[in-house]
């Protein structure tokens, strides 16, 4: 087995995650994010360890736990919207640190059936609608 240790003990979450997304919930492992864009119900997962860019430099342990921890937003966010599909992805190109999104889509989504990025513009939630979206997400998450 391979030893894994972290660079440092000293997690920051990326800029572009801190101004693109709406805290939502602290599981074991991973910081839970909205993203700031209500075309669609997407959710970020990033798992507060220090340093990670691939899910493959997460601790066995960790790994375990994140895996648990995307499965268990996947299933809130099917219980909760009912999608058609739930797109899940690792990309990383504009932001290096580890994240995971979670996206619901929907047959009748403004970019369906191609990816979400870059087909329109985001439409960030109206501060009224922000408090009842988490809400429901920290229920389903947190209990």
Known sequence: MI???YPSDVFDLHPILESDTIGVAQLDCCKVLLMNDSN???LILVPQRPGLRELHDLKPEDLYLTTSELVKCSEAVE???SPDKINIGLLGNQVP???IHVIARFTVDPAWPKP???QVPVLPYM????DERVGLLRGALLS
């Open 127 to 130: 501060t009224k609608d922000i």
């Open 79 to 81: 219980n909760i919207f």
């Open 97 to 99: 640190q580890l994240h």
């Open 116 to 118: 979400v990025w870059g």
């Open 3 to 5: 030893s894994k240790t």
């Open 40 to 42: 669609y119900p997407w």
